[in-house]
């Protein structure tokens, strides 16, 4: 009896810690989004722009800054500092997205575009996150898949920087969407089941897949939807 009720505190301990995680990392996954927003907006109002030279060069500057940022977080993942080195990454991510946010302003319904992008975002996020946690599947197989590619996508981006061919980019947006997507599925699901068992790098996670997500969604918006009227 004894051992039973031993199991049974076991069980609802890693369960109430879990949970603890998730409740955590959907908290600090909204909280990021105002530095972003921040950061988005500071760079329309002033049209920061980082990288203003060769494509490839600001490419592998961004990735510099980006794994920098990476390291950082994971060094101080464990404590209250890791929190606002994430927070300053999202700022950062926001600086980047200036640039298609006021791209998409220039179109006369740039505005619903990009509500209709950040609806479509949240509703792709509200749909793989009940899979995750409703589910009796296991997703973690699908890391390799998911790997290769992102691998395929980092690749052909890197191709269209010189070839420049819009057919390949919007290519590039619809299996992202796909891939990212697949990622929350994935990613959620590590928390719920405890493979990832740290709240900020489960929200770093999380907020890639939507921030991606979001991006190319805007994308494809803007080549379909966009008006110059």
């Known amino acids: 009896m004894n ?19 998730m409740r955590n990392t959907y908290w600090l996954l909204a909280l990021s989004m105002i530095p972003t927003v ?5 760079g329309v109002q ?20 980006a794994f920098g940022f990476f390291y950082a977080i994971e060094k101080t993942k464990n404590s209250g500092l890791g929190v606002a080195v994430l927070l300053g990454f999202t700022f950062f991510m926001g600086l980047m997205l200036s640039r298609l946010i006021e791209y998409t302003l220039g179109f006369s319904n740039g ?15 509200g749909a793989m996150a009940t899979v995750a946690t409703v589910s009796k599947r296991d997703f973690s197989g699908m890391s390799k898949w998911l790997f290769a590619g992102l691998l395929v996508i980092v690749v052909a981006s890197l191709a269209n920087i010189f070839l420049h061919l819009p057919a390949l980019q919007l290519t ?10 697949a990622y929350m599925l994935f990613d959620v699901q590590q928390v719920i089941n405890g493979g990832e068992t740290n709240y900020i790098s489960a929200t770093l996670r999380i907020y890639l897949d939507v921030y991606n997500v979001f991006v190319n969604l805007l994308a494809i918006l803007g080549i379909f939807g966009g008006n110059r009227d």
């Open 3 to 21: 051992e039973r009720l031993h199991t049974f505190s076991s069980t609802s301990n890693v369960a109430v810690a879990r949970n603890r995680v």
């Open 38 to 42: 921040l950061g988005a907006w500071l």
């Open 46 to 65: 002033f049209h920061i722009s980082l990288f203003a030279g060769s494509p490839m060069i600001s490419f592998m500057l961004f990735m510099a800054i």
């Open 111 to 125: 505005g619903s575009l990009i509500m209709t992008a950040f609806g479509g975002t949240a509703l792709i996020f």
């Open 172 to 181: 590039i947006s619809v299996v992202a969407i796909a891939i990212f997507s």
